[in-house]
């Protein structure tokens, strides 16, 4: 029987006592997960890449200030989350305000689609209901929305993390989550009407 396989906390705990060698193995638990929730936020390789560095830039420079109050990988996302949106707000892209947000959220003009059906990614994993193609225009979708609803779409919905983890990460409370969320899921059903038309969604 080989030897057992140490949990982060001990990873941590380790590093922080001096065995410096051993990030290398707590990065590599976590890169792929970190890359593809920065890839979810910032809409392309070449930022995502970048908030991949700031992420374990910043987890090197913090580590010795994890508690454990939470788990290694709620601390890593809310590190993660945070440097993704430091980053968004620092640029130019074309996320609406809040106010448009909202706006399109609460629009009336898609009632009169009566009878189409989107799929419910509030009861499936997105990836799971939505082909190449449709999570192309998702993703589309996703960058025009304001940060904060981005990032609690993302970490919900196709990072399939619990609400109180998200409200963890994104310091938020539990019915916060939930508001923005289900603003999130109403503006991209609205926003994704009409390819979903078109192709007769049923």
């Known amino acids: 029987m080989g030897p057992s396989v140490p949990t982060d906390r001990e990873l941590v705990e380790r590093i922080n006592t001096g065995e410096s060698e051993l990030l290398g193995e707590l990065i590599s638990r976590y890169e792929d997960r970190v890359y593809n929730l920065a890839l979810r936020m910032m809409g392309n390789r070449e930022d995502a890449e970048d908030v991949l ?15 454990g109050r939470s788990s290694f990988s709620t601390w890593l996302y809310r590190v993660a989350a945070n440097a993704a949106l430091t980053r968004l707000r620092k640029q130019s892209k074309q996320a609406k305000s809040e106010d448009e947000f909202l706006d399109d959220v609460y629009s009336v003009k898609r009632a009169a689609q009566a ?24 993703n589309r979708a996703i960058e025009s929305m304001p940060e904060i609803y981005r990032a609690v779409f993302v970490l919900r919905d196709v990072e399939e993390l619990p609400t109180a983890e998200v409200a963890e990460i994104m310091d938020l409370s539990e019915a916060a989550v939930k508001s923005r969320l289900h603003r999130a899921r109403l503006y991209l059903r609205n926003n994704l009407s009409d390819y979903f038309s078109e192709r007769g969604a049923a």
Do not use: H, Y
Not at 61 to 66: E, G, P
Not at 120 to 138: F, G, H, I, K, T
């Open 115 to 138: 009878g189409l059906k989107l799929p419910d990614w509030s009861a499936n994993p997105v990836r799971e209901l939505l082909n190449d193609e449709a999570m192309e225009q998702m």
């Open 53 to 67: 560095q700031d992420t374990f830039l910043n987890v090197i420079r913090s580590l010795d200030r994890f508690q």
